[in-house]
T-cell receptor, first 112, second 113 residues
Framework: KQEVTQIPAALSVPEGENLVLNCSFT??????LQWFRQDPGKGLTSLLL?????REQTSGRLNASLDKSSGRSTLYIAASQPGDSATYLC???????????FGRGTSLIVHP | DGGITQSPKYLFRKEGQNVTLSCEQN?????MYWYRQDPGQGLRLIYY???????QKGDIAEGYSVSREKKESFPLTVTSAQKNPTAFYLC????????????FGEGSRLTVL
């Protein structure tokens, strides 16, 4: 059974720092990996999706990488801002199933 | 705009009552999902449907029921058999035609009084 772990569970940084959020998974036979953002009391917003054949995806200040062989993905946030404060979740979709497995998320606070 | 609409956003229920949460999508997605989110628990899958008129139990289906009579609709009923229904409920949809990207609605918060 696929297991997804996100470290750290919580992170507090000053504005302007570059930061890395980690996502690890136990089964490398994945179809894709997706990063989400969730604000309090809201649904999940898709940030980046990396297909199994890709190594990374970029959107603005966000960059997500995927290393299937080691079972790891990282979400890099450049020049963090208070508006980046949210919970970030990763989800891994297996190759033979439509059921994604979610990590528990990293709660990020960026203070001015 | 295409997306997923969940309603109501907030719902209060007395113990012993069934309630139905609505989920509608206009993305033409085949697969739809219901998740429950509790503090410190992460997302837990209740039910999912890959095609109209077919659905499967997830990890915590007890006390819940669903239907999938139309491609765009996947309502969730929280029955009186659900022992601890107070939670945040999220509906999602996906199609493998878009690399399997998963989309979520804004959620429904159910509180049992």
């Amino acid at each position: 059974k696929q297991e997804v772990t996100q470290i750290p569970a919580a992170l507090s940084v000053p504005e302007g720092e570059n930061l890395v959020l980690n996502c690890s998974f136990t089964d490398s036979a994945i179809y894709n990996l997706q990063w989400f953002r969730q604000d309090p009391g809201k649904g999940l917003t898709s940030l980046l999706l990396i297909q199994s054949s890709q190594r990374e995806q970029t959107s603005g200040r966000l960059n997500a990488s995927l290393d299937k062989s080691s079972g790891r993905s990282t979400l890099y946030i450049a020049a963090s801002q208070p508006g980046d404060s949210a919970t970030y979740l990763c989800a891994v979709q297996p190759g033979g199933s439509y059921i994604p497995t979610f990590g528990r998320g990293t709660s990020l606070i960026v203070h001015p | 705009d295409g997306g997923i609409t969940q309603s109501p956003k907030y719902l209060f229920r007395k113990e012993g009552q069934n309630v139905t949460l609505s989920c509608e999508q206009n993305l033409n997605h085949d697969a739809m999902y219901w998740y429950r989110q509790d503090p410190g628990q992460g997302l837990r899958l209740i039910y999912y449907s890959q095609i109209v008129n077919d659905f499967q139990k997830g990890d915590i289906a007890e006390g819940y029921s669903v239907s999938r009579e139309k491609k765009e609709s996947f309502p969730l009923t929280v029955t009186s058999a659900q022992k601890n229904p107070t939670a945040f409920y999220l509906c999602a949809s996906m199609t493998r035609e878009r690399a399997g990207e998963l989309f979520f609605g804004e959620g429904s918060r159910l509180t049992v009084l």
